[in-house]
């Protein structure tokens, strides 16, 4: 008899996408199961290029630590171009200039490298102890059917819309090796030193109430969903390879951008003396099938692309080839909302501006934090029209993403095949905002992007409210504060951990110095944990409120007392006393400095600012202190309050 499972989220493709969704419902009861075709984890090569967005991801996940204490950081950019001789190009390649690998809006490093099997080793580790979350390898689906009238529900624990065949493989020891082993005290004969095995095939039903495929650019989910790949494949093959080089070329540490006649090498720095290469081989349509590429060959056309200098292998790790492709598909969510399409398996490009594995993730983080408020025990968003006007962003914010990145790669991709442009560099540094992520602007107005009164469109919103990136719709930049009771150093995103809650984030101001500033933020508390007539119902419950208070001020921290402020900065608990992790101050660290919050954000001091920050990190709203009606009208929008 086939066995019968259920879940709230069965999740296909156990990759850098499958297992970032998976962590968003660490801590929760919301059952999940993780499924991958393959025999277990990724051992070797594929993505290795971390951007800043990601590793803030990792960072509020609780597992940024352990991935940067692995990563290689990059600091520096070496251009290469062609050699000069008499104002003519020729003779192979030389240094044309090196530049920081930086971005002053982040105020941190903006890229790491690290392979994507010890990204994954993190990510699923960090997922051990959590009962709610299964993975299982070896299984693939067969059959998928989503209940559309079903689907239109929710609220109801019963309901399950769709409903998914698997096949599951196990390796079983033979019956006949079983008995011998039994019957002698000698070991069971092998075959390769392995000892022989059955493959047993098991056939399950998984009844679920939400799907996602992470199942790459091959995804059997979206063939199954009906959903089309529009763009095309490229005719520019590239090789791969993870090597210990042994050359005379003098910036193997350094990330590189190497530009011969026939085109243009990427080449990365990582730990243990190796480098990673993409190497342009060949482009044309009459190109073979990039499977018939040899490692020989690709090595071939890098030797050609470093002349004159030397490059020999000591060893290689891993290395791969692949024809680009550009495309993104027509619907990233179908049934009702029911049935997603994450990363790879919704669109592709090429990997040169090292964003496939980074927008993979942050796919998961945007859709993650909406699934988990969905399906929570109390979720606000039992109606079903609420819920499924939640889950819909998940489109209409990461869609727009995937085709400007399509867009910018095409513009991008012709810097590495062929003759080199003498834009190059111009162009890269413009890349470089791009990769990190600055660009991204989520639409509004939505259920979870609010504009301010009087403005209807973000066009009319213009660029900025108070500085470029304090807008709706955009990432809340890092930024280091200390705490008020301690002074101990804080990082924002470190400290919004994902548990599923909003932040208000109430950047008070001078409150030691302006008394109507003062008096403003002592409305504001009253108003943030009245459960009457303000959002009290969704800051009360410490851990488990909907909403977290959080308070950044620029005062003397010795002018500030902590229990002279509201006790929604500082709530109390019978049995923790003081939560002391509320309030921080921009004010000197002992030992690393000073964040100047106020004025890399360009708030004014004498006014402060309110900012509704979603549990993805990006605003919801910015608003002046004083405007209670304008953060009461952002949750009751969501169906919240």
Not at 37 to 64: V, W
Not at 71 to 98: L, M, N, P, Y
Not at 123 to 128: A, D, F, G, K, P
Not at 326 to 344: I, K, M
Request: glycine share 8%; hydrophobic share 35%.
């Amino acid at each position: 008899m086939t066995q019968v499972k259920r879940v709230d989220v069965l999740i296909i493709g156990a990759g850098p996408a499958g297992l970032a969704l998976a962590n968003w419902f660490r801590n929760s009861p919301i059952t999940v199961l993780l499924i991958d075709k393959k025999p277990g984890p990724t051992q070797r090569g594929a993505a290795e290029g971390l951007k800043s967005i990601t590793n803030e991801i990792f960072d509020s996940y609780g597992i940024g630590p352990q991935i940067a204490a692995e990563s290689w950081r990059v600091e520096e950019i070496a251009f290469w171009g062609q050699k000069k001789k008499d104002g003519k190009s020729g003779g192979g390649i030389e240094r044309e200039q090196v530049i920081q690998d930086k971005v002053e809006e982040l105020g941190k490093f903006r890229e790491t490298t690290l392979q994507q099997a010890r990204v994954e080793y993190h990510m699923q580790r960090n997922l051990l102890n959590h009962e709610n979350i299964n993975i299982q390898y070896n299984t693939r689906p067969i059959e998928v059917k989503i209940n559309e009238s079903m689907s239109l529900l929710h609220g109801i624990d019963d309901v399950y819309p769709v409903e998914v065949r698997l096949v599951k493989k196990t390796q079983v020891q033979s019956e006949a090796v079983a008995s011998n082993s039994l019957e002698s005290s000698t070991t069971p004969p092998t075959v390769n030193g392995n000892t022989p095995e059955e493959v047993k095939v098991e056939e399950e039903r998984v009844l679920a109430k939400y799907i996602i495929g992470c199942d790459g650019a091959h995804s059997w989910l979206r063939k199954q969903l009906d959903v089309q790949f529009e763009g095309d494949l490229t005719d520019s093959v590239f090789g791969v390879v993870d090597l210990v080089p042994k050359s005379n070329f003098p910036d193997l540490r350094r990330s590189c951008y190497l530009g011969a006649s026939t085109g243009t090498i990427l080449m990365m720095p990582r730990a243990n003396k190796e480098v990673r290469l993409y190497v342009p081989v060949e482009s044309g349509t009459s190109f073979s099938d990039p499977k018939d590429l040899t490692l020989e060959r690709i090595i071939a056309a890098a030797r050609d692309i470093f002349s004159p200098y030397t490059l020999e292998i000591g060893s290689v790790s891993w290395w791969s080839a692949y024809r680009v492709g550009q495309r993104v598909g027509s619907h990233f969510s179908r049934h009702n909302e029911r049935a997603f399409l994450v990363g790879d398996a919704v669109h592709t490009h090429s990997p040169k501006a090292g964003q496939g594995m980074n927008t993979s993730i942050q796919d998961a983080y945007n859709l993650g934090w909406k699934l988990r408020l969905v399906l929570q025990k109390k979720s606000p968003f039992n109606n079903p029209e609420a819920a499924r006007r939640l889950l819909a962003t998940y489109e209409s914010e990461r869609r727009p993403v995937a085709q400007d990145l399509i867009s910018f790669d095409r513009g991008y991709l012709k810097l590495f095949v062929g003759q080199p442009s003498s834009q190059f560099d111009t162009e890269f540094l413009r890349g470089m905002k791009f990769t990190t992520g600055l660009s991204i602007r989520y639409p509004a107005p939505s259920c979870v992007v609010q504009l301010p009164r009087d403005i209807k469109t973000s066009a009319d919103l213009g660029p900025s409210l108070v500085k470029a990136d304090l807008v709706p719709g955009k990432r809340l930049p890092d930024f280091q504060a200390v705490y008020q009771a301690d002074a101990v150093t804080c990082w924002i995103h470190r400290r919004m951990q994902a548990t599923g809650q909003f932040r208000v984030l109430v950047f008070a101001g001078d409150i030691a110095t302006h008394q109507n500033l003062s008096d403003n933020i002592q409305e504001l508390g009253r108003y943030l944990g009245d459960e009457s007539n303000g959002m009290g119902r969704l800051t009360a419950g410490r851990a488990r409120a909907l909403v977290e208070v959080l308070m950044i001020h620029s005062a003397d921290r010795a002018k500030v007392e902590l229990l002279d402020l509201p006790e929604v900065f500082r709530p109390w608990s019978d049995e923790e006393g003081y939560n002391y992790w509320r309030v921080m101050a921009d004010a000197e660290s002992a030992h690393e400095g000073h964040g100047r919050v106020y004025e890399r954000l360009e708030i004014d001091p004498k006014k402060g600012r309110t900012l509704v920050v979603r549990p993805d990190g990006y605003i919801g709203a910015v608003l002046a202190v004083d405007d209670f009606d304008g953060l009461g009208a952002y949750f009751k929008g969501l169906g919240m309050l």
